[in-house]
């Protein structure tokens, strides 16, 4: 199977679009090859620079001990990381990947394991205007609301 090298950004507001973009991605890659999304938080893309996997993915499809990674960007550029078995991640090397391609929190990386310890990644961009950024505030404060509301019923239930 041939993997697609272009370069996804999308103009997006809040996380739905950007999941469901990411969703397309790996659905038009097929289940040939491991993969996972991950959204950028603060701890990806500034001061700590981690790129934490979940440990099921790692006890999987990685290797058992540390190791490099290379990540492989849709321009055919490689990345050699380092991949910590106990902390389930990947440190030196993730913080010049992530400033080379001025990740922000929000963004969507999509990782394809091509080969044991290579992954293709795939950047879903978020991209804020007003409007959206507007429309994005309210989706989040509407599922803030919901969740909220059904915590109100389990903590009055449980009184």
């Not at 993997?3 to 990411?22: C, K, N, T, W």
């Not at 310890?117 to 205007?129: A, G, H, L, P, Q």
């Not at 404060?141 to 009184?159: C, F, H, M, P, W």
Request: hydrophobic share 40%; net charge positive.
């Amino acid at each position: 199977m041939e993997l697609q090298d272009s370069f996804q950004v999308i103009s997006g507001f809040g996380r739905y679009p950007l999941m469901e973009e990411a969703k397309k991605i790996l659905a038009d890659l097929g289940s040939e090859f491991p993969s996972l999304t991950r959204t950028m938080t603060r701890s990806n893309v500034s001061k700590g620079f981690w790129m934490f996997f979940p440990k099921s993915f790692c006890k999987l499809h990685l290797p058992a001990n540390d190791a490099t990674i290379v990540l492989e960007d849709e321009a055919g550029k490689e990345y050699e990381t380092n991949f910590l078995v106990d902390r389930s991640g990947l440190s030196a090397g993730w913080r010049r990947f992530s400033l080379d391609h001025e990740l922000k929190e929000d963004d969507v990386l999509v990782f394809v394991l091509v080969k044991p310890c290579k992954f293709k990644v795939y950047i879903v961009r978020v991209v804020y205007t007003p409007e959206r950024y507007a429309a994005g505030s309210l989706l989040d404060l509407k599922d803030s609301i919901k969740n909220s509301s059904s915590r109100g019923r389990r903590a009055r239930r449980t009184q």
